[in-house]
Structures are given as structure tokens and as C-alpha cells.
């Protein structure tokens, strides 16, 4: 067996074991090839000491491994010296030991591995361990004549003291939080701010004594429970209120939030600092009530979107700052408030279908519940299509959803200014038109007009030709009398408005059939412009015109004329072409019928004019436009011949009384 040397305290673990005072002088006292250097702090239970290298490995010295370093201070040693050192990765066991260890008090003693020790190889260090929060704070394990630090990251100790320079949030309520903690000895004196899960504020504050400058841990969070001390709720009265949980009381809504929160901000107690306040409208099943704002903005008001909407119906209120600053204010928009952008769905608005053609009939005559709803004469439109703004009055709009306004989203707050229209009501937003409206029928009507068939076809061709036309087309023809022909074109219908294009109209291959009537008006029909070729007018006459069928059908022709006889609004789009012109009977009857509407109408600047271009004589470049004077002349002698008397004057409607008297007057005769 060979000789076996130590260091330091003795082993104990052969007879024949010799302290040394290094590995060089053991090699002067080994009388055996090799000899073993030992140390009492090695577990050697189960190692063989008669071990030996093989020959090519004779002159290295043999090192073990420990658990904590390669070297475990554990060696065979050639008698006569080596060149270098052969590691082996066996494990010999280093033994726990208080020696050289310097733990500071309110550690655990029994989380630390104290069976560490340095690397042989090393130089002298002050060894230095942390515990489960920094690099520091640990034990020390101190070589002798060591004045270098070096900082040790694993082992590490468990700290389980608390230390004195904590301070507590005094609002809100938190889960349990490790008070153990403590910062690294190597930084400056800091004022450590911890967050929550919602914020990089709001949780406790250690302080190291003299501390100026504030660091935020973002590592370690509080879990905040509540903030808030209460949930207060505006009732809407939509039916909803009393579903959130723990509600202190609810308080109705007074016409704008500035308002209606101050009144709410008086009524709570002096113990609630901090409060929710929320509306009947929103849904908070999968709310946070949780969330607080950062400390320095906790005298703001905090505003909780709506559907995206920033100026939402949730707000995180500091009591005493509002009730104390908010009277000051005219606006709400004037306080000092922050727009979290986490957001609460608003429940669904209210969808109102109805018969009505207008709007406005329905809004008028149908209560509902609630600030909001849609009114909508068209399919099931979803209530959460727009988010409306209820801080006040002028953001309070009202929304039409498409283009002639199927679809629309009406305030309470604004029926009462609604009398004819809801253009009666100042704030109306018209950004929001995201519905299309059904396309309005097209109805073609005709009595034997040469073009007729021409005019029929090239409209079908300038359809066939758009690419966003599904208009239907119906066809009346042959219908005696002007009164019955509307009425068959009306009837023949199936939407509420239709197109009546008259066989005389060359239409506008450009005209939009997306068109749309305003629903937002009173219900009236709308008269396109026309192209007269004989004397250059373009106006209302033989132009489209879009029918309300129900005022069409309503309409007994009391009148001289059919469509100004209701109500009816002008859309300055040219709609085509009115060859009216075609035969003399033609061009006779169509401008002896204008002529005498335009003469019952005066005084009246704009159609006195008209007139007047009428009964000018033809230039001749439009084959039968002579006929179109002559009709209009005669039809000014008529008038006078009975006085203006409209039993007379409403004969015009019979095409048989139109027949006779052109035959009578001109000798002429029908197409027919």
C-alpha cells in the first residue's frame, strides 16, 4: 500500500498516515513509488487506496473530482515528481463543514450546502454566495490571506428573516407576498417600488435607510385583490342593472356622464377612496375588477373603453380628487383622465324592425328601453354593429348604417327633437355606413311608344353591363290612363321604392342603381333629371323617378300632376334622354301636358322660364319638334280658354280626351 499524506486536522484513516506540510514536501518523505494526498474533509468510505495508473500514465499526478470542483484536493503523486495532472470524473464526496464559513444571520441553515469548496488550482478569494433573490446576502467562505471577492452564484441560502425597511400599501388588498426578499448589497441605496399584475406600481416599497432615487422591480409582483373598495352602477334603464355582483348602489343616468358622475362621487361614503363605477349597458362577467392605475396617476379618473370605443362607460374613480376638482370642470373631456385601453363590451343595442318606409314613422311611434337602439325596416341587423358615445348630448348621434338609412341608430335623448326628420336632431354621424340596402326595383312603363322596345333593350344592356346591378325589372305596358299606370307599375313592385322609367327615357348608362331614398326623411318620392333634346331643358320632366309604392298607391291623381301632387324631393342626377319626340302624337301630347302643368304652377320664377323655352319656336334640328311648340302653345290656350279651372285642366290625365282634342286643334292623329 502506498504512504499516505495530509494536511491540516488528520484524517484518521490509516495508521500510517503523515502530515506534510505540502505535496512537495511529502515527496521528500515517501518511501513508496506513489503516495496518497488526503484531507479530513473527504468522504473515503468506499475508495481504494491500492489503486494505481496504468505504466503510460506513471508519471501524472491523478486528481479526483468532487461534487462541487473537478479537483477535490484528493491526489496520487508519483515519487519522483510529474509533468501534469490526469483528472478523473470518479466522485469523491466533499463533507459538510462550519470551517472557513461565515453565514449572517436570518438564513436557513439547513437550505445551503455547506460541503462546497473552491477549486485547488485557484488563488485566495473571499468566496461569497447569494440566497433565492440576489447574487448576494449569502454565506462567505473565507481561504486564508484572502482579500479578493469573488461572488459565487450557485449554492444558494434561503433567507427566511424579514427585514425592517418594508413599507405596506395603505389602499387596496393584495395576496400573500414574500417579505424576504431583500436587494443586492452591491447596489446604491435605492427606494425599491414593487407593481401588481396590473401596474409597475401599487405593491409594497422597501426602503434602504437614506435612500433618494426609486428603482421598479418588474420581476416580482404583487397579486392585487382589490383596489377598489366598491362597485357603484349607472342605471341605463335598459333592463340590466343589478347583474354585477357586490354592487354598492346604483344611480340612474342624468342626461351626461359629467353630471351623473358627480351627483355619484357626492353620494359615496368618506371610507371609499377608491370605487368602480360602471354601467347597466356593459357586460363584466369577464371583467378584472382587480385592476388599479399606477400610483402617481391614482387622482386621475380612469376611462374603460367601450367595444373599442375610448369614451367608454367604465371608469376607475379617486373620490376625493373628483369630488373635489370636477365641479370646475364644463366638459368631462376637461378632467384629467387617462384612457385605458382594456375593453368592455357593451350588451347589445335594442334592434327595432318595422314596416314603416320611413324612419321616422317608426322612431316616432315605437318605446324602447335602454339609451339606444337600432330601428331597421330591412332583416335582423345585430345591436353591436357601432359603439355611440353617451357622454354628453352632442356625441350622443344619431347613425345611419348604410346609405338610405335601413338601418339606423337612434338616441333616446333625441326623439324629442324630431318632428318631420331625423335631420331634425343637430349631431348625426354619417361615417358608419358599413349595411348595404336592398336595391330598389325597376319598373318599365310604356303605352305604345315607337321607342319603347329600343329604349327597354339598352337599358337591359347598361344593366347587364354593371357589375353591382341584381335590380329586379318588372314591365308595365298598355295601361290606359297616367293615374293607372302608376298604379300597375307601383303594384308590381317589391320593394318599398322603385324606378319608374318611362318608355320615352334614353337612360344615362352611367346612372347609379345603388341609389338609394333617405329614410332619415318623411316618406316622399324623388325625381331625377331628364335631357330634353327639342329645347336643351334638363329638369324633372320625363325624367326616373323613384315611387314610394305605398304614397304611389295612395295617390288618386287630384292633381295635374301625378308626382307633385305628394311629397317629393328633387336629386339632381341626370337619369337619361327623354326622346319624347318620336311621332307628332308623341311630341305633341308630352309637351302639351309640361306646358300646362308649368302654367297652373305660375307665378313661379323657375317655371315661368321654363315656359317660356317651351313655346319657343323649333329650330327645326329635331325631326316633330315643331309638334313639341305646337302642343305647348296649345296647351296655353286651353288653360286660358277654361280659366284655369282644374276639373278641365285634370282631362289631360285621359289619353282618349288628349286624342280628341290634339285631332280637334291639329288634325292629328294617334300613333295608334
Known sequence: MFDIFYSGRKPNLFAHEREASSIEHAQTLSRTRYFWWVNYLS???????????????????????????????????????????????????????????????????????????????????????????????????????????????????????????????????????DYTWHPDHRDPPYIYQFGTQHQKTGGPQYAVPDAVDTKYVDQIRVKAIHVASAIYEIDHMDGNAGQIPGTAKSSRYFDNYLDTLRRLAKSIPAEHEFVWICSSICDYTNFDFTWHPEQWQAGMLHVFASNGE?????????????????????????????????????????????????????????????????????????????????????????????????????????????????????????????????????????????????????????????????????????????????????????????????????????????????????TKHYIFHAGNPVNGLVYGHQAMIAYNKELALANTGVGLDFTLDQAHEVVPILSGTANYAETPWMAWRTAFREALKLRASLPDVENEYRLKVWLKEDSGTIANGHWSHKGAQDAVEFYKEVKGNPTELRKSYEWAWLASYAFLKQGLCTDG
Open 43 to 177: 468522504d473515503y468510505s468506499t475508495w481504494d487506496f491500492l489503486w494505481e495508473p496504468v505504466p503510460w500514465e506513471s508519471h501524472q499526478r491523478h486528481a479526483w473530482a468532487s461534487q462541487h470542483q473537478k479537483d477535490s484536493g484528493t491526489y496520487l503523486v508519483p515519487c519522483q515528481g510529474y509533468n501534469d495532472t490526469n483528472y478523473h470524473k470518479e466522485v469523491i464526496t466533499r463533507l459538510p463543514s462550519t470551517e472557513f464559513w461565515d453565514t449572517p444571520p436570518g438564513l436557513d441553515p439547513k437550505s445551503f450546502d455547506y460541503s462546497w469548496h473552491p477549486d485547488p488550482a485557484e488563488p485566495d478569494y473571499i468566496y461569497k454566495f447569494g440566497t433565492q433573490w440576489q447574487l448576494t446576502g449569502g454565506p462567505e467562505y473565507v481561504t486564508p490571506d484572502a482579500t479578493n471577492v469573488k461572488y459565487v452564484a450557485f449554492p444558494r441560502a434561503e433567507k427566511v428573516s424579514i427585514d425592517r425597511h418594508w413599507i405596506l400599501p395603505t389602499v387596496g388588498e393584495f395576496a400573500e407576498f
Open 310 to 522: 375610448k369614451f367608454g362607460d367604465t371608469f376607475f374613480m379617486h373620490v376625493p380628487s373628483f369630488r373635489t376638482r370636477a365641479d370646475s370642470c364644463e366638459l368631462l373631456e376637461w378632467y384629467d383622465l387617462t384612457f385605458v385601453e382594456t375593453s368592455v363590451p357593451r350588451r347589445p343595442m335594442p334592434v327595432i324592425t318595422h314596416n314603416y318606409d320611413s324612419q321616422v314613422d317608426a322612431v316616432k311611434n315605437i318605446e324602447f328601453q335602454g339609451p339606444l337602439a337600432i330601428f331597421s325596416n330591412t332583416d335582423y341587423v345585430s345591436g353591436n354593429l357601432v359603439t355611440v358615445p353617451l357622454w354628453r348630448e352632442k356625441t350622443k348621434t344619431i347613425v345611419p348604417l348604410s346609405q338610405g338609412a335601413s338601418s339606423v341608430v337612434v338616441p333616446k335623448s333625441a326623439i324629442s327633437h324630431i318632428k318631420t326628420q331625423l335631420y331634425d336632431y343637430s349631431y348625426i354621424d354619417r361615417t358608419q355606413k358599413m349595411l348595404k340596402d336592398e336595391l330598389l326595383d325597376i319598373v318599365f312603363i310604356s303605352n305604345g311608344e315607337p321607342n319603347a322596345e329600343s329604349n327597354y333593350l339598352q337599358m337591359q344592356l347598361y344593366l347587364a353591363n354593371s357589375s353591382q346591378n341584381t335590380n329586379k325589372v318588372h314591365v308595365v305596358s298598355g295601361v290606359n290612363g297616367r293615374v293607372a299606370a302608376y298604379h300597375a307599375a307601383a303594384r308590381a313592385s317589391t320593394t318599398p321604392w322603385f324606378f319608374a322609367v318611362f318608355a320615352k327615357l334614353e337612360v344615362n348608362k352611367d346612372f347609379d342603381w345603388t341609389w338609394q331614398p333617405d329614410r332619415m326623411q318623411a
